[in-house]
């Protein structure tokens, strides 16, 4: 990959929400340009999606609830781990599964409205799979830090002194 | 009882900073967008900070060594040798000083002596010329171009060059034009330079925060590092200005001289932030590259910006300043500045602070995030706009 696409997938991590024209500018270089490279990084599916980091506790009266499940599954001939963690990754209540080493095999990351939706989630569709031998599930109670940002961090005052040499 | 006259004549002949002037008026403001600020936006980076919680709760909470701790001299030396292929011996070569402004002080006072002239190139930092004057110097100012591009010419030293002259003072990347001079140009200083037998001052604190070119330091020029003090220090690449820690290389008699007034005078740096530094030294690399990542862009941003407006902005090649003409406005920069200040609640700092020769220009600093840039870019041209 080029040193100019990982300029510009680097600013595009860290806000999506940048403007061409303005990534032009920074990166000095045409808008033309800029948008070429942005249409070329999605055929190559390097760009696989825009989304938005949102603080839903701040809208909703309700948070929504996490779970991070660690599964034991037992492996299938041929296909290892990919077949049953497709089986899992399938279902919209699943956010993000990663195969694990040590004490267990898959962590999948479960979202939903209630702990009791979760629950019943994992008891009925997750545990009740044939491959899945166990699962443990820990529930978030606090998101302190995600995807590199820091939430709850209203301090981003400037404390420099207004003109210094 | 009055005691002003107790004040010595040379402080009292002593000129405030323009720029103070200037910061009491922007401090009473609110809503203010600055880009007056002369050191970094981003907070020190984690483990600097880390490391220094980590050598306080161990007990390092006393004196180091007058010249620094050892350990950061030997992590600087390697770094000067890694970066700048400059080779300094860590035990005789190296002090580490209250920031690099303490080893500005201290190398001028090592060496000037009254009556002695010491070649200032401005427009520059504020505090060469009133350091020179309290060393009991007699500052020469030179001012560059802007039809130069601010850079300094080697015919404009021999000009300034008088038999009493014995340093001159340069900064490279310039603070606050922006101004990066290559290999070339500083051999061709050089040639002048050695011929003259001057003795060179190198304020190099912008070297690693170039975006076009290699950097060269000056003392890493042919038969330069003999004749040089290197000055630098964590404040702006490090992005630690606060923790006030610089050093000084140069010539072992010279060091030792140095380590002479240090030691009497300030005894040694904080030893925190000597902590701080040495893991700066150790696994600052990637912070670096970041951070100066991230001033190339607003460089570009900010530039593109100002000729849009119709201010018009020659592209910096180091540090984190653009020097825009506002001779278009028909403002001097005091009244652009302050009128700038009082319409749209921008900050920049007019030209003529630094020296004779920035009249017609302003001092913006890039390092503010292009959120803010974007807002000043957008103020500054509405109050351009009616002026044009």
């Known amino acids: 990959m080029k040193e100019i696409e990982v300029e510009l997938l680097k600013?595009?991590?860290?806000?999506?929400?940048?403007?061409?024209?303005?990534?032009?500018?920074?990166?000095?270089?045409?808008?033309?340009?800029?948008?070429?490279?942005?249409?070329?990084?999605?055929?190559?599916?390097?760009?696989?999606?825009?989304?938005?980091?949102?603080?839903?506790?701040?809208?909703?009266?309700?948070?929504?609830?996490?779970?991070?499940?660690?599964?034991?599954?037992?492996?299938?001939?041929?296909?290892?781990?990919?077949?049953?963690?497709?089986?899992i990754y399938r279902f919209p209540e699943v956010k993000a599964v990663y195969l694990m080493?040590?004490?267990?095999?898959?962590?999948?990351?479960?979202?939903?409205?209630?702990?009791?939706?979760?629950?019943?989630?994992?008891?009925?569709?997750?545990?009740?799979?044939?491959?899945?031998?166990?699962t443990t599930t820990h529930f978030v109670l606090k998101r302190y830090k995600h995807d590199g940002i820091i939430l709850h961090d209203d301090d981003d005052d400037d404390k420099r002194i207004v003109v210094s040499p | 009882m009055k005691t002003t006259s107790y004040i010595s004549r040379q402080v009292e002949n002593l000129k405030p900073s323009g720029i103070r002037r200037f910061f009491d008026l922007a401090a009473q403001m609110d809503d203010?967008?600055?880009?007056?600020?002369?050191?970094?936006?981003?907070?020190?980076?984690?483990?600097?900070?880390?490391?220094?919680?980590?050598?306080?709760?161990?007990?390092?909470?006393?004196?180091?060594?007058?010249?620094?701790?050892?350990?950061?001299?030997?992590?600087?030396?390697?770094?000067?040798?890694?970066?700048?292929?400059?080779?300094?011996d860590p035990n005789e070569q190296l002090v580490v000083t209250v920031g690099a402004s303490q080893a500005i002080d201290l190398a001028l006072r090592t060496v000037v002596e009254p009556g002695d002239e010491v070649i200032v190139v401005e427009p520059s930092f504020v505090a060469y010329v009133p350091i020179v004057s309290l060393a009991g110097g007699t500052p020469v100012t030179i001012q560059t171009k802007a039809e130069d591009d601010f850079k300094l010419k080697p015919e404009q030293v021999k000009e300034a060059i008088t038999p009493k002259t014995k340093a001159i003072m340069l900064c490279n990347p310039n603070?606050?034009?922006?101004?990066?001079?290559?290999?070339?140009?500083?051999?061709?200083?050089?040639?002048?330079?050695?011929?003259?037998?001057?003795?060179?001052?190198?304020?190099?604190?912008?070297a690693e925060l170039t975006y076009d070119d290699n950097y060269t330091s000056f003392p890493s020029i042919e038969k330069m590092k003999e004749r040089t003090i290197l000055i630098s220090g964590f404040s702006k690449a490090f992005a630690m200005t606060g923790w006030r820690l610089g050093y000084a290389a140069g010539p072992a008699d010279i060091i030792a001289a140095m380590v002479k007034i240090h030691?009497?005078?300030?005894?040694?740096?904080?030893?925190?932030?000597?902590?701080?530094?040495?893991?700066?030294?150790?696994?600052?690399?990637?912070?670096?590259?970041?951070?100066?990542?991230?001033?190339?862009?607003?460089?570009?941003?900010?530039?593109?910006?100002?000729?849009?407006?119709?201010?018009?902005?020659?592209?910096?090649?180091?540090?984190?300043?653009?020097?825009?003409?506002?001779?278009?406005?028909?403002?001097?920069?005091?009244?652009?500045?302050?009128?700038?200040?009082?319409?749209?609640?921008?900050?920049?700092?007019?030209?003529?602070?630094?020296?004779?020769?920035?009249?017609?220009?302003?001092?913006?600093?890039?390092?503010?995030?292009?959120?803010?840039?974007?807002?000043?870019?957008?103020?500054?041209?509405?109050?351009?706009?009616?002026?044009l």
């Open chain 1, 11 to 87: 600013l595009i991590e860290k806000n999506a929400n940048l403007k061409v024209e303005k990534i032009a500018k920074l990166m000095g270089k045409s808008i033309d340009e800029v948008s070429e490279l942005l249409r070329d990084l999605e055929e190559k599916k390097a760009i696989l999606g825009y989304s938005t980091l949102i603080d839903w506790a701040k809208v909703l009266d309700t948070e929504e609830v996490t779970a991070m499940v660690d599964v034991k599954v037992t492996p299938a001939r041929g296909v290892g781990f990919d077949k049953v963690a497709e089986r």
């Open chain 1, 101 to 134: 080493s040590g004490a267990y095999d898959l962590s999948v990351s479960v979202k939903g409205k209630t702990m009791t939706e979760i629950g019943k989630f994992i008891s009925e569709k997750l545990s009740a799979l044939d491959s899945v031998l166990s």
């Open chain 2, 32 to 88: 203010v967008i600055s880009l007056g600020v002369g050191e970094p936006d981003f907070v020190t980076p984690w483990n600097f900070i880390e490391q220094s919680f980590h050598a306080l709760e161990q007990g390092y909470t006393s004196y180091t060594e007058n010249a620094g701790m050892i350990e950061l001299r030997e992590e600087i030396s390697n770094y000067l040798s890694g970066s700048f292929q400059l080779d300094y």
């Open chain 2, 175 to 206: 603070n606050p034009t922006g101004t990066f001079l290559n290999k070339e140009e500083l051999q061709q200083l050089a040639k002048v330079i050695e011929k003259n037998d001057l003795l060179v001052l190198s304020d190099e604190i912008y």
């Open chain 2, 263 to 387: 030691q009497y005078t300030m005894m040694c740096a904080p030893t925190m932030a000597q902590h701080a530094a040495l893991e700066a030294m150790k696994n600052g690399r990637q912070s670096v590259q970041e951070m100066t990542e991230s001033y190339k862009q607003r460089r570009n941003f900010i530039v593109s910006s100002l000729n849009e407006i119709g201010l018009s902005c020659p592209n910096p090649g180091g540090a984190f300043y653009a020097f825009p003409s506002i001779k278009e406005t028909g403002l001097s920069s005091a009244e652009f500045a302050e009128q700038l200040l009082q319409e749209e609640q921008v900050a920049v700092v007019p030209g003529e602070v630094f020296g004779s020769g920035g009249e017609g220009y302003v001092r913006c600093s890039y390092a503010t995030s292009i959120k803010q840039l974007d807002e000043a870019m957008e103020r500054m041209k509405r109050f351009v706009e009616k002026r």
